[in-house]
């Protein structure tokens, strides 16, 4: 059975195996706390839900139009003109089947062979491959915990060549919670005004959920007005991950490409879930908030217990509901008689001797780092780190 170089050169993706690993642990009889899944843990809101149902009555059950219903990127277009202050028309959205979808058409219609793709990292772990995917070439500029996992105007200018056709930007940011601040994004903008063959890219899926940083969107700069794809979704924001709704909001003529190119492959998202995104963005904001503050209050949590812990550097996230500890301090440590070498060492011990699922920072292109999501329960956070500081002490 032949499988394709294409396929063959893509990595898995590192915290659906961590997720799986935890899994099968679980499917054991082991007490496995699950810190390795992107998702938050709180149901659907009531409302949504409702509207879901109302849409299976309503006989809502035939084919979609490509690029979504009207009446939800109406919704959407409305949405980014009041809380972000930045226009587009519904022409301009294209809905698919998740944020995930929407990032990877934008990377397809835009980049050929040889184009260079700029992906501050540490960066979320599907960015790199689907590049490849494109045939497209990253370009990896990275930034430490010491920089807040922000990178610099210098760096940014330093990484760009004639080459360079696409800048990715997620903030918040998945793995590591940082957020640019509004004059740390201007200073982004002024490189990339000099630049104007650069597509930017701006991953906004976690921009709810903020602990007081303020937001704002890169599509809200004039000097980036007419080449900014905004990518963003339902899933974090209203704790709909699996009703698999996200957009790409883009110039005119890629939201065409990019439904053209969904239009052969996937088609239009589903019927029902898009009547419940329409009601989750028209609908009342209320359940955002109680989630944000619900997430605020453990990232406190999760922040103070992990600064306990001798070895472990952390900083303090402004968003998203990950934290991103540099573990390095471990490496070259052992554990009856086996020996930490990478952080994707440290990863397993804590799955295999805490019961504590976690993710390798080298998923994210920062190695001896590892990711924890706090998107559980208190009492799940507080066992976690406990268990988490055993296992570190008992390395030697």
């Given at each position: ?127 790199v491959e689907m590049v490849k995917l494109a045939e ?87 000097e980036l007005k007419d080449r900014v794809v905004v ?166």
């Amino acid at each position: 059975m032949q499988i394709s170089n294409r396929v063959q050169s893509l990595a898995a993706s590192a915290t659906l195996a961590m997720s799986q690993k935890s899994a099968e642990l679980k499917a054991q009889g082991v007490d496995v706390i699950n810190l390795s899944v992107g998702e938050p843990d709180f149901p659907t809101p009531l409302h949504i839900k409702e509207a879901a149902k109302k849409a299976i009555e309503d006989n809502f059950s035939f084919y979609t139009p490509v690029p979504g219903y009207l009446s939800l990127r109406k919704a959407i277009a409305e949405k980014l003109n009041r809380e972000n202050g930045v226009t587009f028309a519904p022409e301009q959205i294209v809905v698919g089947n998740g944020a995930k979808q929407e990032l990877c058409n934008v990377i397809l219609a835009a980049i050929n062979p040889g184009d260079e793709v700029i992906i501050p990292t540490p960066a979320w772990v599907s960015y790199v491959e689907m590049v490849k995917l494109a045939e497209g070439v990253n370009v990896l500029v990275p930034a430490s915990i010491e920089q807040d996992f922000k990178i610099t105007p210098e760096q940014l200018e330093a990484a760009i060549t004639e080459r360079t056709r696409m800048v990715l930007l997620c903030s918040p940011s998945n793995p590591t919670g940082s957020v640019y601040s509004p004059a740390e994004l201007q200073a982004l903008v002024d490189v990339l005004a000099r630049h104007p063959q650069i597509l930017v890219m701006a991953d906004e899926i976690y921009e709810h959920i903020n602990f007081g940083a303020e937001i704002r969107s890169l599509a809200s700069f004039p000097e980036l007005k007419d080449r900014v794809v905004v990518i963003n979704g339902v899933s974090k924001a209203y704790a709909m991950t699996g009703w698999r709704i996200g957009y790409c909001a883009c110039p005119p003529q890629l939201a065409k490409a990019v439904s053209k190119l969904q239009g052969q492959y996937t088609s239009g998202a589903s019927s029902i879930a898009q009547k419940a995104a329409e009601a989750a963005y028209t609908g009342s904001q209320q359940c955002v908030e109680e989630m944000r503050q619900a997430f605020e209050r453990r990232r406190d949590l999760v922040v103070g217990l992990a600064r306990q812990i001798p070895g472990l550097k952390v900083n303090e996230p402004q968003g998203a509901f990950y934290l991103f500890p540099e573990v390095s301090a471990f490496i070259g440590r052992q554990f009856q008689g086996k020996v930490m070498e990478t952080s994707g060492d440290i990863a397993l011990y804590l799955l295999e001797h805490a019961h504590v699922a976690t993710v390798d920072g080298a998923a994210f292109c920062a190695p001896g780092y590892i990711r924890l999501s706090y998107a559980t329960s208190d009492d799940n956070i507080r066992e976690a780190l406990s268990r988490m500081a055993r296992a570190f002490a008992a390395l030697s």
